[in-house]
T-cell receptor, first 111, second 113 residues
Framework: QKEVEQNSGPLSVPEGAIASLNCTYS??????FFWYRQYSGKSPELIMS????GDKEDGRFTAQLNKASQYVSLLIRDSQPSDSATYLC???????????FGPGTRLSVLP | NAGVTQTPKFQVLKTGQSMTLQCAQD?????MYWYRQDPGMGLRLIYY???????DKGEVPNGYNVSRLNKREFSLRLESAAPSQTSVYFC????????????FGPGTRLLVL
């Protein structure tokens, strides 16, 4: 059973701080990694995708991937109360169409 | 573009009843997915369709059947609903192929009494 693990939280950070969200996965052959944001009662929406080792930046968001350690993270700089949501890590199986989601980390940004 | 649409938005069933959840996408995507989301469990894949005419089981297929009616539509059927199937169901679509972004519908909240 392939697994994706995340700390469930809640993770609380003050407004303006950096929020760090972590994810580990068990399938060493996985090639594609995604971070989704889900507001309460809403559907998930894509924030970032990353496929290669290293960092990928998009505005206030940075995704980091380390395939050797089977670890992917999401950093949110200058956190805003509007960033308060559940963040889902998703991993795509190697050569497949099967996505595996982690349980999500609930982030609370305090004004 | 409406993106991914799902009907109904909310449904209450009695144990043993059947129902079909409908999903349609207008993005000309090849792949479509059905997930369920339960508290603390994240999204779990029920079935997916990599392309029109094909369907494959995901992590939790028991108690469900699917039909890829055409490229736009992918339905999920519960033949005999059980309380354990109380959940929020999301349909998603993607262009297909490795690494493609999934776009999610608004979800269907199902309560089985």
């Amino acid at each position: 059973q392939k697994e994706v693990e995340q700390n469930s939280g809640p993770l609380s950070v003050p407004e303006g701080a950096i929020a760090s969200l972590n994810c580990t996965y068990s399938d060493r052959g996985s090639q594609s990694f995604f971070w989704y944001r889900q507001y309460s009662g809403k559907s998930p929406e894509l924030i970032m995708s990353i496929y290669s080792n290293g960092d990928k930046e998009d505005g206030r968001f940075t995704a980091q991937l380390n395939k050797a350690s089977q670890y992917v993270s999401l950093l949110i700089r200058d956190s805003q109360p509007s960033d308060s949501a559940t963040y889902l890590c998703a991993v795509m199986e190697n050569y497949g169409q099967n996505f595996v989601f982690g349980p999500g980390t609930r982030l609370s940004v305090l004004p | 573009n409406a993106g991914v649409t799902q009907t109904p938005k909310f449904q209450v069933l009695k144990t043993g009843q059947s129902m079909t959840l409908q999903c349609a996408q207008d993005m000309n995507h090849n792949s479509m997915y059905w997930y369920r989301q339960d508290p603390g469990m994240g999204l779990r894949l029920i079935y997916y369709s990599a392309s029109e005419g094909t369907t494959d089981k995901g992590e939790v297929p028991n108690g469900y059947n699917v039909s890829r009616l055409n490229k736009r539509e992918f339905s999920l059927r519960l033949e005999s609903a059980a309380p354990s199937q109380t959940s929020v169901y999301f349909c998603a679509s993607s262009e297909g192929g490795a690494g493609e972004t999934q776009y999610f519908g608004p979800g269907t909240r199902l309560l089985v009494l």
